[in-house]
């Protein structure tokens, strides 16, 4: 999902004076007025320090426990140079943390994707710590590329895992290199609340050991919105997709409604499980609509499955249309 917020003029400014200019280390950056703006450059304290020397920097008084931030540094000797980190601590607000998930990948594309080598999370100060870059590196190096085989053997326990679930899992290709998994279960009921066959709901979530989009079981068939709020988990987030029969003004329709709730409730798990579904959406909307044809009326993106109301659906789809009056021309003086 992108959330539709870009970068600023003065941040893409600032961005090419740091590209230019190797006595900065590091470009800190927030979102602002549904902009990407920039916070600050950073110098070290003294020449010749090293990466680690300058992270120590920029963890006092720069990384607080609760405001999320763009961190952009120079880390390595030749191009590409720099990283992008994501620090979105588990105590920042919830609508923050969804925001800045949801932006990273357009911080880095309009900035050019070309002059980063690597962007990843953060949740803790200690990540950006030189020890904490120190476990990312050796993290990172377990990740190698596989060999033929490995890759076969991996899509053979896979393809074991999902027997031994029951429920098998599809990859959308989006793009030439964007894939979803896409649990088949899920894939069946949007193509059935497509067909109108009686299907009025189908629910969404993300299993967060294989990053998979999943149906949520359910045999509700909820008449009003208030009976769909029912059904939404309040602990847990969910992609919902509802055909909302209903009567306004005497005539019936029965658009399709998605919602993206997102509870910010102790229930809810760790926050980059909580940062798959704001990431997630935009594909879920596109495998919608290619593979089953589904195109929701309207969109609605709340936190509290509470917030959604009949009246505010009905106020979506049924604006009021304000009746402006005719401007009365003054009498002439002397005239009754």
Do not use: W
Not at 282 to 302: D, H, M, N, T, W
């Amino acid at each position: 999902m992108q959330s539709g917020i870009s970068a600023s003029q003065e941040l893409v400014s600032q961005f090419n004076s740091f590209l230019a200019d190797d006595s900065h280390f590091g470009l800190l950056a927030t979102i602002s007025s549904e902009q990407l703006v920039p916070l600050k450059l950073l110098t070290p304290t003294s020449p010749g320090q090293s990466f680690a020397d300058n992270v120590n920097t920029l963890l006092k008084p720069h990384i607080q426990p609760n405001d999320a931030l763009y961190v952009i540094l120079r880390r390595y000797p030749s191009t590409p140079a720099l990283v992008a980190v994501t620090y979105v601590p588990d105590t920042a607000k919830v609508r923050q943390k969804m925001l800045f998930a949801s932006t990273r990948l357009t911080l880095v594309r309009e900035l050019g994707s070309e002059h980063f080598r690597e962007t990843f999370f953060a949740t803790t100060p200690e990540e950006l710590s030189p020890a904490g870059f120190d476990k990312h590196d050796a993290h990172s190096s377990l990740e190698a590329p596989l060999t033929e085989e490995e890759r076969s053997l991996g899509e053979v326990k896979r393809a074991e895992q999902e027997a031994g679930q029951g429920t098998a899992t599809r990859a959308i290709h989006l793009s030439k290199n964007l894939a979803t998994p896409i649990a088949e279960d899920a894939l069946s009921a949007l193509k059935e609340l497509a067909s109108e066959s009686g299907r009025q709901l189908v629910m969404l979530k993300i299993n967060p050991d294989t990053e998979s989009v999943e149906l949520v079981p359910d045999s509700s068939s909820p008449s009003s919105i208030s009976e769909l709020v029912q059904s939404i988990s309040s602990t847990e987030p969910r992609f919902t997709f509802y055909r909302y029969a209903h009567t306004h003004n005497g005539s019936e329709s029965s658009p399709l409604l998605f919602f993206y709730t997102c509870p910010a409730s102790p229930g809810t798990k760790a926050i980059k499980y909580r940062m798959m579904y704001p990431l997630m959406k935009r594909a879920v909307l596109a495998i919608a609509e290619s593979e089953a044809g589904l195109q929701p009326v309207k969109k609605f993106e709340v936190e509290e499955v509470d917030e959604i109301t009949q009246d505010g659906v009905l106020d979506e789809l049924h604006p009021k249309v304000e009746v402006k009056k005719a401007f009365g021309r003054p009498k002439r003086p002397g005239r009754s």
